[in-house]
């Protein structure tokens, strides 16, 4: 089948740098395109071929009522639409809308990511699950500076525990402020993002804004804030249920973690696991799970998410049938083995 959609604006966008959006719609529903003076020709399975025509339909309308797409936006929205049929590109970026946090303006760019920040408004608790990439930390932190600004909370709450990824650092010099610091700079990172440096300080001067490790957190309620616990994998269970029994009066709390990437010392369980089996289905808490597709860093860190599920898989399954395959019974070996196993030199008897 062959069908042809006018595009009157936006042609340079939809391509995208060396055509990696055009690329992307063509691998992820089957097609081959063709520019042919302002319109783009699609052939392929009828089926494939309507998808790609309604996406691009959606495009051209909405570029025409003035929608301006980045690279960036408009492949990860086609990243969704090509792999969901249920979902339209017209219908993402109305969900999407943006939003204000301090000077910065964001969309949500997957489904997920709409979800989360959803569940973030309607709840008190939620639980923010995936894998590296997928803006979990960002719009977290994003949130709680729009409630800051907004007055509907009198502090933000940024912590997370001070574990090493795999490596022992030693003592570290300096003050304990200066000691933890390299351990909160993603958070400080995204703060920056969002408040200009002069706020900020004005902002931590005032205890408005603190950020500090989880063992800061013993023994308090925190009353009209909004909590964000970031590496909730590398809590403990003890440490998870601590952190969640601080929350009081008029906050929230955000928990993210990657399961994946868990870097508590051998025979330790993650809190955040503890978490999944003990709180699920408690009325007033959320879960939202993020996967690969929802990855908005370089294309290169989707596949890598992907390329190492499946290798855990396979490790997976072969452990488990090495679990079920029955151990071999030992036969005793005869007086003819015994005569004819080799005597090692030195070993012969007087």
């Known amino acids: 089948m062959t069908s042809s959609v006018h595009i009157a604006k936006g042609i340079?966008?939809?391509?995208?740098?060396?055509?990696?959006?055009?690329?992307?719609?063509?691998?992820?529903?089957?097609?081959?395109?063709?520019?042919?003076?302002?319109?783009?020709?699609?052939q392929g399975e009828s089926a494939n071929v309507q998808r790609a025509e309604r996406i691009l339909k959606d495009y051209a309308m909405l570029t025409t009522d003035g929608m301006?797409?980045?690279?960036?936006?408009?492949?990860?929205?086609?990243r969704v639409v090509t792999e969901d049929p249920d979902v339209t590109l017209s219908a993402l970026v109305a969900s999407g809308r943006q939003r204000a946090f301090?000077?910065?303006?964001?969309?949500?760019?997957?489904?997920?990511?709409?979800?989360y920040l959803e569940a973030i408004e309607r709840n008190d608790l939620v639980f923010g699950v995936g894998p590296a990439g997928t803006g979990k930390t960002y719009l977290a932190v994003a949130m709680a500076v729009s409630?800051?600004?907004?007055?509907?909370?009198?502090?933000?709450?940024?912590?997370?525990?001070?574990?090493?990824?795999?490596?022992?650092?030693?003592?570290?010099p300096g003050t304990l402020q200066e000691?933890?610091?390299?351990?909160l700079r993603p958070l400080n990172d995204a703060l920056h993002d969002m408040l200009?440096?002069?706020?900020?300080?004005?902002?931590?001067?005032?205890?408005?804004?603190?950020?500090?490790?989880?063992?800061?957190?013993?023994?308090?309620?925190?009353?009209?804030?909004?909590?964000?616990?970031?590496?909730?994998?590398?809590?403990?269970p003890e440490q998870m249920k601590m952190v969640l029994t601080r929350q009081g009066f008029n906050s929230k709390m955000v928990v993210n973690g990657d399961i994946t990437q868990i870097d508590l010392p051998t025979g330790k369980r993650s809190g955040l696991l503890d978490a999944f089996e003990i709180l699920n289905g408690v009325e007033g808490i959320s879960f939202v799970h993020f996967n690969e597709k929802d990855v908005v860093r370089h294309s290169l860190v989707q596949r890598i998410v992907r390329a190492y599920e499946k290798y855990n898989e396979a490790c997976g399954r072969q452990m488990s049938l090495k679990l079920t395959?029955?151990?071999?019974?030992?036969?005793?070996?005869?007086?003819?083995?015994?005569?004819?196993?080799?005597?090692?030199?030195?070993?012969?008897?007087?």
């Open 12 to 42: 340079e966008s939809l391509f995208g740098t060396q055509d990696e959006n055009i690329r992307l719609l063509e691998k992820g529903l089957q097609v081959r395109t063709n520019l042919v003076d302002s319109s783009i020709e699609i």
């Open 68 to 78: 301006v797409f980045t690279n960036g936006d408009l492949n990860n929205y086609l």
């Open 102 to 115: 301090g000077k910065k303006i964001l969309t949500p760019k997957t489904v997920n990511q709409r979800r």
């Open 147 to 172: 409630a800051l600004l907004s007055k509907r909370v009198s502090r933000i709450i940024l912590t997370r525990p001070a574990v090493e990824a795999g490596e022992k650092l030693g003592f570290l």
């Open 179 to 183: 000691k933890i610091d390299p351990y």
């Open 196 to 236: 200009e440096p002069d706020k900020i300080e004005r902002f931590i001067e005032k205890n408005a804004i603190e950020v500090a490790p989880l063992a800061f957190m013993r023994g308090r309620t925190l009353n009209d804030c909004f909590i964000l616990l970031d590496e909730a994998q590398n809590t403990t």
């Open 325 to 350: 395959d029955p151990p071999r019974a030992e036969s005793p070996l005869s007086d003819l083995d015994l005569e004819n196993a080799a005597i090692p030199p030195g070993q012969l008897s007087a």
